[in-house]
């Protein structure tokens, strides 16, 4: 039977509408709670996600695979090198062949391209677990962490920022992320303009994010700030993001990178100059580099909710793409 037509897969945040965006987050927090108090949630009993990587992870790999056991699920772990893709077997025929066997694909590639390809021969719903362009996955647990720490999306209860625009920040929660525009921060630059959140980008003018993800975030709401000075970008700041300066796959770059983004490191310094802000980070972190020990070690960081929020917003996604 033919039944690509209805099948939806995940590659970038805007795969979903705001509705089911929401929607998503929802479920998240419905599933975190279950999860705390012991009740049943059972919801893709006897299905199986296959997870396929090209890179290394820890969060992904086992916020999915300990996801799909608390929903009844099942997972199993494709390192690319396991598998005939190793050895030559075309992507293509990868997708539909696991899409015979499993009811869902998870992966991590290099190339932004070969999720598509991954998505266009598949049968079932592919969800991106990273590309050289995009981390959507993360986007989920980020709206969802900055949802549960400010209450909401469209202010910050409790902090003088709600009403105060002096440094021509909007009402509604501040973001400014900052270092490499890389696939992390193209996929909260969509999360972001989807549900409203005020975000500046500032990057080395090498490193800014790519001009489509800025357009398509101004067709979907509001486009990012983008600018290239830390300290104004932070200024009024709610939440500061940042992530590694060299990514996975970049390690030949590494030096020319550290020299750029000199002056980008997320310290005590550079903070004061925001809101008394909190500070995410994807994670793996380098500190000394991007950010420093005694920030992620701080009371304003949230990584670790970040980290425990995969679980719960890919739990949503999984259950709202496989049910
Ligand atoms: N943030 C994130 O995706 O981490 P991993 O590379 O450990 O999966
Ligand atoms: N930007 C980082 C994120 C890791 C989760 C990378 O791609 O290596």
């Known amino acids: 039977t033919d039944t690509t037509a209805e099948v939806r897969h995940f590659i970038d945040v805007d795969d979903l509408s705001r509705d089911e965006l929401f929607a998503v987050l929802d479920r998240a927090a419905a599933y975190k709670l279950a999860q705390q108090n012991?009740?049943?949630?059972?919801?893709?009993?006897?299905?199986?996600?296959?997870?396929?990587?090209?890179?290394?992870?820890?969060?992904t790999?086992?916020?999915?695979?300990?996801?799909?056991?608390?929903?009844g699920g099942h997972a199993i772990f494709l390192g690319a090198d396991d598998i005939q893709l190793g050895?030559?077997?075309?992507?293509?025929d990868t997708s539909r062949t696991l899409s015979r066997y499993v009811d869902c694909v998870m992966a991590r590639v290099f190339k932004h391209e070969n999720m598509e390809v991954l998505a266009e021969y598949a049968d079932v719903?592919?969800?991106?677990g990273l590309t050289d362009d995009a981390?959507?996955?993360?986007?989920?647990?980020d709206l969802l962490t900055i949802r549960e720490h400010f209450g909401g999306f469209d202010g910050v209860s409790g902090s003088e920022a709600s009403g105060g625009s002096s440094d021509g920040r909007s009402d509604g929660v501040s973001v400014t992320w900052i270092g490499d525009g890389n696939n992390v921060a193209q996929s909260l630059v969509l999360g972001c303009a989807i549900t409203g959140i005020d975000l500046t980008v500032v990057t080395p003018p090498e490193h800014a994010v790519d001009d489509a993800v800025v357009e398509r975030a101004a067709e979907l709401g509001e486009a990012p700030e983008t600018t290239t000075?830390?300290?104004?970008?932070?200024?009024?700041?709610?939440?500061?993001?940042?992530?590694v300066w060299v990514s996975m796959g970049q390690e030949d770059e590494r030096d020319t990178?550290?020299?750029?983004?000199?002056?980008?490191?997320?310290n005590e310094t550079l903070l004061e100059a925001a809101d008394d802000p909190v500070v995410m980070h994807c994670l793996p972190a380098h500190?000394?580099?991007?950010?420093t020990d005694d920030v992620i070690e701080s009371d304003q960081s949230i990584v670790f909710e970040q980290a425990e929020n995969r679980l719960h917003a890919q739990k949503a996604l999984l259950a709202t793409l496989v049910e």
């Open 38 to 59: 012991g009740d049943d949630h059972a919801d893709l009993a006897g299905q199986t996600l296959g997870m396929l990587f090209q890179k290394p992870s820890t969060r």
């Open 61 to 71: 790999r086992v916020s999915f695979e300990t996801g799909m056991t608390q929903l």
């Open 87 to 92: 050895r030559g077997e075309p992507l293509k």
């Open 125 to 128: 719903p592919i969800v991106n």
């Open 135 to 141: 981390h959507p996955c993360q986007t989920l647990a």
């Open 229 to 243: 000075d830390p300290l104004e970008a932070v200024a009024g700041a709610n939440v500061v993001y940042t992530d």
């Open 257 to 266: 990178r550290l020299r750029r983004f000199d002056g980008f490191q997320v």
């Open 287 to 291: 500190r000394g580099e991007e950010i």
